[in-house]
């Protein structure tokens, strides 16, 4: 299975954008990148996915790689409520996800 | 749309016991995930349906694990014997069949094997 590495930790400061990088070296072509987030005792919540392409929503944004091979979640202005654990996963259609031990980001006032 | 469901949000059992978890997906949603999630650690995958048809099975399924989807609507997980090793959280996810499907998960629940 294709797998992705993310930092344990990171900190911002409220208001501050945050970069949060994941690496995939092994992607395949048909490997859709998934960004979710997990709130203590919730179930991890859709952030953003793309393929090949920047993409921006409500949320974040995500900017992939040319060579595919990593990508980066952009939280463009941190607040406490995103203090979440951030989990990058390869997703191919008709198949299961592999989620990784995600990042932990930390929002200080 | 009330989004995915979990019951119950916790069970308390004893080792040896059998448990029955029941997830209702998002109403049109065709495919239907559970994962297993341990304290610190991000979920693992289990096993998953297209409709009714249980598709993938993970080698964490052991032979005490079971689920089902009989009309392809909501699904239930057991574990029969449970071990103090089960203790985790167990969550459902559900999605529509298409080329960059999004996950929508439940709350989870959280077993405790005593």
């Known amino acids: 299975d294709a797998k992705t590495t993310q930092p344990n930790s990171m900190e911002s400061n409220e208001e501050e954008p945050v970069h949060l990088p994941c690496n995939h070296s092994?992607?395949?072509?048909?490997?859709?990148i998934h960004w979710y987030r997990q709130l203590p005792s919730q179930g991890p919540e859709y952030v953003i996915h793309?393929?090949?392409s920047n993409v921006n929503n409500r949320m974040a944004s995500l900017a992939i790689a040319e060579d595919r091979k990593s990508s980066t979640l952009i939280l463009h202005r941190a607040t406490l409520r995103d203090a979440a654990v951030y989990y990058c996963?390869?997703?191919?259609?008709?198949?299961?996800?592999?989620f990784g031990d995600g990042t932990t980001l930390t929002v200080k006032p | 749309d009330t989004g995915v469901s979990q019951d119950p949000r916790h069970k308390i059992t004893k080792r040896g016991q059998n448990v029955t978890f029941r997830c209702d997906p998002i109403?049109?949603?065709?495919?239907l995930y559970w994962y297993r999630q341990t304290l610190g650690q991000g979920p693992e995958f289990l096993t998953y349906?297209?409709?009714?048809?249980?598709?993938?099975k993970s080698r964490l399924l052991s032979d005490r694990f079971s689920a089902e989807r009989p009309k392809g609507s909501f699904s239930t997980l057991e574990i029969q014997r449970t071990e103090q090793g089960d203790s985790a959280m167990y969550l459902c996810?559900?999605?529509?069949?298409?080329?960059?499907?999004?996950?929508?998960f439940g709350s989870g629940t959280q077993l405790s094997v005593l």
């Open positions: 793309g393929l090949t």
């Open positions: 092994t992607i395949s072509g048909t490997d859709y």
């Open positions: 996810a559900s999605s529509l069949a298409a080329d960059n499907e999004k996950l929508f």
């Open positions: 109403s049109e949603h065709n495919r």
């Open positions: 996963i390869l997703h191919r259609n008709a198949g299961k996800s592999t």
């Open positions: 349906f297209q409709n009714e048809a249980q598709l993938e």
